[in-house]
């Protein structure tokens, strides 16, 4: 019983030794070099093949087996290592052969094997080659057809026949002669599929066709003009000017001149005697000029330029924006012409001009600067025109409105960068507090993923030209935005309530338009729960920064009313913004 | 007792049984190192040969540079295999010795040329033949299916946005066989001299990307607009005679064969101490592989970019004119 346990646990322990020695590394695969050759014989023309794919039913990507031939087995290997294991073999000499092969794997095992063939005497035709020189020229070039090349796999060279087909008719042109070279000349242009047949004394041949190009063109001209038009438009002349062509080595020689201006093959001028040639184009943009000089047997060659052809110059786009649009006596004005543009001038090149007196003379001091500051010295409404003129003296105009008011606070400007145009405020110092003297218009669109977020400013009626003069109108939350660009913020109530004990203790009259406080208060109306538009020229309120309630400033004037009121979010009033000294 | 003899006996055996043998090398000579990138947007296909002494047992290689260039007739040859037949044999002939800085520098190797296209999706075999030394090297690989851009794309006129606020998405298809893929942009300017304007071309490349058989149908990288302008700003030399003008960019991506794959993805954050050691040449050292690119030209920055090109932190000094046109300093 206890041999039996130890026979046991010896023959699972033996198991185990052979089982464990499976990751031992693995023998190369041996190669063994077998192949068949077919036909088994054949002649000198015959295109043996090879065929080895036994050697290679063990070979793959891991294993790779690579094969060559020694086709004489003289000892040189004719056939370089390859893993195809199909390979054509043709031999020129009759006989018999003995062919080696030889297959070997990456690990360096190799196997031989050995195949015999017999090979008869076979006829083939010759294997023409044809040369042609030049293959492409004028009519005047004597063109070299040279065969010689050409071999009989039986016969030698000099016992082969040539003739030839030059037009390429499918007629021979020439009988057969032993020349192997012959040369012609075309009397037209063409294309033509030139053609030599080789014979052998067994009265075997083949043929072999080439194309050779036959044309007008000469080497000899130089062909190349000028075109002067510098910036020229549609209305403008250009001067071409082809002086420069010549015949190479022949001054003497007489040439002509013709252009095609669009390139389009329509010759607008044919053989002139002058290189000078002027036109107006009339197509705007890149145009192409085909300049064609011939000479005097009838030979060109053609260049051909890319000139621009601008537009007929546009006039400049002026425009003039105001800064601060309302102000006094004092105040200082701002204008600028950023957006002045113009399609063929840099807006560097462009001239500008200004008349902020509207006597039509435009004022010499501000020349040429882009933007300018000025005082009125009268009350009123005061027209500012810009005059902007471009390098062809194209000019334009644009004109904007100011107000001064009567008035001797101290004003400003405050700009708002945040939206896709810069927007100016007119402000007034009220005690220690600077005060927008216009609503706020400002609208931001979403960027990419919400940010920014939008600010969604609500029209009066739906209409932006009551916009513009009254400004927007804001639910709070989107007051809470902020609507105030960077340094500004709503008002308080107690700072809009010591504002008006301060300019209009007896009633809001000095807060409207052209009132002594200089606010310039509108009545903008505002919109209602329905989101009804309403009270406009009668009623405005004016958002405050109070919260828990909610506060507006209100003004009725046809009420007469004119305080502070709790009201909800979601109506849409107007925002003034404010500025601690 | 006989019984716990024999079992120590056997785990004796067992023991010795189960010792790996490692194979230190029993060649004695030096081993051919190969490198060959086909290039499946060309027709001119080159391959970088040279010599290297691996074994413990080898001699020791003479001092010389040129002893690590191979002397003697030295065959090479890459087969092209389609449907399991060799359609194609391609000879490669040296034209000289490296003297350039390009993928694998060294000026001690043989440049061997062949003038063949590649075609996608086929099996290339290379097989060295050292007379020498009666001597085979091989490799083979699959060559990469075509593959294109999906975005950006044309219509001709849609502006790239290379700004902090957006970086742009490259989308392409995948690339049968490829493994490994790198995003760039070519960059084409006008650098105005008092003598002349000269047309010039930079080639932006970014990080690669190792995507062998990720699912879905599209791969993505992101550009970052920063590291854009950064590195433009790294290959281009200040220089301030001179102004630069945006003229247009075109976007595409590398595909790398498997092998390629493989060699660049060992290459990253690899331990300077550690011998690299991927290859893919039976009987040699090196890579055979190859790149396909797949590319969209001829897009154009929108203003803002061509703004932030002249003026952004990192290129202002590169004096590229804004998108008016102009320069101000």
């Known amino acids: 019983m206890a041999i039996g346990k130890t026979r046991q646990i010896v023959l699972i322990v033996i198991a185990l030794i052979l089982w464990s020695c499976n990751d031992k590394p693995a023998e190369p695969l041996p190669v063994e070099s077998v192949f068949k050759v077919i036909p088994e014989s054949g002649s000198t023309i015959t295109r043996f093949e090879f065929n080895a794919a036994e050697t290679f039913l063990t070979a793959n990507d891991e294993h790779p087996i690579l094969i060559r031939y020694d086709w004489q087995n003289d000892g040189i290997w004719d056939q370089d290592y390859t893993s195809s294991p199909l390979i054509k073999h043709r031999y020129l000499k009759p006989g018999t052969y003995r062919v080696r092969m030889e297959a070997r794997n990456m690990s360096d095992i190799r196997d031989t094997s050995f195949a015999t063939i017999v090979v008869a005497q076979g006829y083939s035709p010759p294997v023409v080659h044809l040369s042609i020189q030049p293959d492409s020229s004028n009519i005047y070039t004597q063109f070299s057809f040279d065969a010689s090349k050409t071999y009989d796999d039986e016969d030698s060279s000099n016992l082969l026949t040539f003739r030839w087909d030059f037009d390429g008719d499918g007629n021979w042109d020439t009988g057969f002669d032993h020349n192997p070279v012959s040369l012609h000349q075309y009397d037209a242009s063409g294309k033509f599929n030139a053609g030599v047949e080789v014979k052998d004394p067994t009265n075997r041949s083949s043929v072999l066709r080439k194309m050779v190009t036959v044309d007008l063109l000469n080497d000899s001209i130089k062909a190349t003009f000028t075109a002067d038009g510098g910036f020229s438009t549609v209305v403008d002349v250009f001067h071409f000017n082809a002086s420069g062509s010549r015949f190479l080595g022949r001054d003497d020689k007489k040439l002509t001149y013709s252009w095609d201006i669009l390139c389009d093959g329509l010759w607008e001028a044919v053989n002139l005697t002058s290189p000078l040639y002027n036109l107006v184009i009339k197509t705007e943009g890149i145009v192409r000029v085909k300049l064609r000089v011939t000479d005097d047997r009838g030979l060109y060659m053609d260049t051909i330029k890319k000139i621009e052809v601008f537009p007929e110059n546009s006039p400049p786009n002026a425009v003039i924006v105001a800064g601060n649009r309302l102000g006094n006596l004092k105040s200082n004005y701002y204008f600028h012409s950023y957006g002045t543009s113009d399609r063929e001038t840099s807006i560097l090149d462009l001239k500008y001009q200004w008349d902020v007196n509207e006597d039509g003379l435009m004022e010499p001091e501000f020349d040429n600067l882009r933007e300018i500051n000025c005082h009125f010295a009268t009350l009123g409404k005061h027209l500012v025109r810009l005059k902007v003129t471009d390098s062809h003296n194209d000019s334009s105009t644009a004109t904007d409105t100011v107000h001064v008011y009567n008035g001797s606070h101290e004003t400003g400007v405050m700009v708002d960068k945040r939206q896709f145009i810069t927007e100016y405020y007119s402000t007034v110092k009220i005690g220690n507090l600077w005060w927008t003297q216009e609503n706020m218009k400002v609208e931001i669109k979403p960027g990419p993923g919400g940010k920014p977020p939008a600010l969604v400013r609500m029209n009066y009626a739906g209409d932006t030209t009551l916009t513009k003069r009254y400004g927007g109108l804001y639910d709070y939350n989107n007051v809470l935005y902020p609507i105030c660009p960077k340094g500004w913020r709503l008002p308080t109530k107690a700072e809009f309530q010591e504002m008006v004990n301060l300019e209009a203790p007896n009633g809001f009259a000095p807060l409207l338009l052209g009132g002594s406080s200089e606010m310039h208060i509108l009545m903008g109306g505002y919109i209602d729960l329905t989101k009804k538009s309403v009270g406009l020229k009668s009623v405005t309120n004016i958002w405050l920064a109070d919260r828990n309630p909610l506060y507006a400033w209100y003004i009725d004037i046809i009420k007469g009313e004119d305080r502070p009121v709790i009201v909800s979010s979601t109506y849409g009033y107007s925002v003034r913004c404010v500025k601690s000294d | ?329």
């Open chain 2, 1 to 329: 007792m006989i019984m716990r003899n024999l079992i120590l006996i056997c785990i004796a055996m067992f023991a010795l049984s189960c010792d790996t043998e490692i194979h230190v090398s029993d060649e004695s000579g030096p081993v051919p190192v190969v490198y060959c990138i086909l290039n499946q947007d060309d027709t001119i296909q080159r391959l970088l040969l040279s010599k290297s002494y691996l074994s413990i047992n080898a001699d020791i290689p003479p001092s010389s540079a040129d002893s690590l260039l191979i002397t003697g007739k030295v065959n090479v040859t890459i087969e092209t295999v389609e449907n399991s037949q060799v359609t194609e044999v391609n000879r490669f002939f040296p034209t000289g010795v490296s003297k350039d800085s390009g993928f694998f520098p060294n000026d001690r190797q043989w440049i061997y040329q062949g003038n063949f296209k590649i075609k996608e999706k086929a099996t290339y075999r290379l097989i060295i033949e050292i007379k020498n030394w009666d001597y085979v090297a091989y490799s083979s690989f699959q060559s990469l299916g075509s593959f294109s851009l999906v975005d950006p794309a044309y219509p001709v006129g849609r502006k790239i946005h290379l700004l902090d606020d957006h970086n742009p998405l490259v989308h392409w298809t995948r690339s049968e066989n490829a493994a490994i893929y790198q995003v760039g942009f070519r960059l084409h300017f006008k650098e105005i001299r008092s003598e002349g304007i000269m047309d010039k071309t930079l080639n932006i490349l970014f990080a690669t990307t190792f995507r062998r058989d990720d699912p879905g149908a599209f791969y993505s990288y992101t550009v970052n607009s920063n590291q854009f302008y950064k590195k433009l700003a790294e290959l281009i030399p200040s220089d301030s005679s001179l102004l630069r003008r945006y003229s247009g960019t075109d976007v595409f991506v590398v595909a790398g064969s498997e092998s390629v794959g493989f060699y660049l993805n060992s290459l990253q954050g690899q331990d300077p101490f550690q011998f690299f050691d991927y290859k893919n040449i039976f009987n040699g050292q090196g890579l055979f592989g190859s790149l396909l690119t797949a590319e969209t030209k001829d897009f154009q920055f929108d203003d803002q970019s061509i703004d932030s090109l002249a003026y952004g932190s990192f290129t202002k000094q590169l004096n590229f004119l804004d998108s008016d046109g102009h320069r101000k300093n």
